[in-house]
C-alpha cells in the first residue's frame, strides 16, 4: 500500500510540474521527475491520468511534453481564453487572424516533403512574415468560389478573415488590429508560450515547437489538412530562402 501512495504521490508531482512548467520536464531541468516519469508503474498511472484528463504525453529524447487534447478547454485553450492571452480587449475576429497566421508560420517552417524532417526554413522576419500572409489572404480572397469550398468542408473561415484583412491598414501606431499589429501579437504570443525565439529581428523556433510538430502534430490528419490548404493557396512548394 505504500509503494502504491508513492507512486501516485510522484505520479501527481509529474502532472503538477508539467502544469507549472509550461507542460514541459526536462532531464537537465528537472531529472529526479524525469527518471521518476520513466518507470513502469507510474508510467501506467500517468497513462490513466492521459485518458482521465484527455491529454497525452510526448517523450522526445530527454524532454517529456504534456499536450492537451483538441478539445480540452481545461488544460487547453477555449477560444474566449486564447482572446484574452492576446489582450483582456482583443476581438474574436483579430484572435482568429492570429491563430491562421500562427498557423501559416508553422507552415513556413515545416512544408517540407521529408517525412523525417520537414524542415524548410530556420528563422523568419517579421517583414518577410506579413508580406507572406499579405499575399496568402489577397490569393484566399481571388479564389471566390474555392476558397467557400474550403471552409465548408475544413470548418475554416478563411473566406471571412481574408476578408477582413484586406481591410486593415498595413500600420498603425500602437494598434493590434493592423496588419502588423496583427503580425506581432501573433509573434510574441508564441514567444510568452515558450515556442518562438527572437534574436535581433530575427524568429527561430524553440526545441519546444519542433518538438511538437515533428513528433506530434504533423501525424494529425487536421495539421495534415491545413498544409495542403495553404501548399495550395501558396502555389506548391516555397522559394523563401533564410
Not at 527518471?35 to 497513462?47: G, M, P
Not at 506530434?216 to 495542403?228: P, T
Request: net charge negative.
Amino acid at each position: 500500500m505504500t509503494d502504491d501512495r508513492n507512486e501516485l504521490h510522484s505520479a501527481l508531482r509529474i502532472f503538477r510540474t508539467l502544469l507549472d512548467h509550461k507542460g514541459m520536464i526536462s532531464r537537465a531541468d528537472q531529472p529526479e521527475l524525469f527518471d521518476l516519469s520513466q518507470q513502469k508503474d507510474i508510467h501506467d498511472l500517468l497513462e490513466v491520468f492521459e485518458q482521465e484528463l484527455s491529454f497525452r504525453l510526448l517523450k522526445v529524447q530527454d524532454r517529456l511534453y504534456l499536450i492537451p487534447s483538441m478539445e480540452n478547454t481545461t488544460l487547453g485553450f477555449s477560444m474566449h481564453e486564447y482572446r484574452e492571452d492576446l489582450s483582456p480587449s482583443a476581438r474574436a475576429i483579430d484572435a482568429l487572424t492570429v491563430s491562421y497566421v500562427q498557423m501559416y508560420l508553422c507552415w513556413e517552417f515545416y512544408h517540407g516533403k521529408n517525412a523525417a524532417d520537414p524542415t524548410v526554413r530556420t528563422f523568419i522576419r517579421m517583414e518577410e512574415l506579413l508580406k507572406d500572409v499579405d499575399a496568402l489572404f489577397e490569393r484566399l480572397r481571388k479564389t471566390g468560389a474555392a476558397v467557400s469550398e474550403i471552409d465548408a468542408s475544413s470548418e475554416m473561415n478563411f473566406e471571412l478573415v481574408a476578408e477582413t484583412w484586406q481591410n486593415r491598414m498595413a500600420e498603425e501606431e500602437n494598434s493590434r488590429s493592423s496588419k502588423a499589429g496583427i503580425i506581432r501579437s501573433a509573434l510574441n504570443q508564441m514567444i510568452s508560450h515558450g515556442l518562438l525565439m527572437k534574436a535581433e529581428d530575427e524568429y527561430r523556433p524553440t526545441r519546444t515547437l519542433h518538438d511538437k510538430f515533428i513528433y506530434d502534430y504533423l501525424d494529425s490528419d487536421r495539421v495534415q489538412e491545413i498544409h495542403q490548404i495553404f501548399d495550395e493557396m501558396s502555389g506548391g512548394e516555397s522559394d523563401a530562402e533564410n
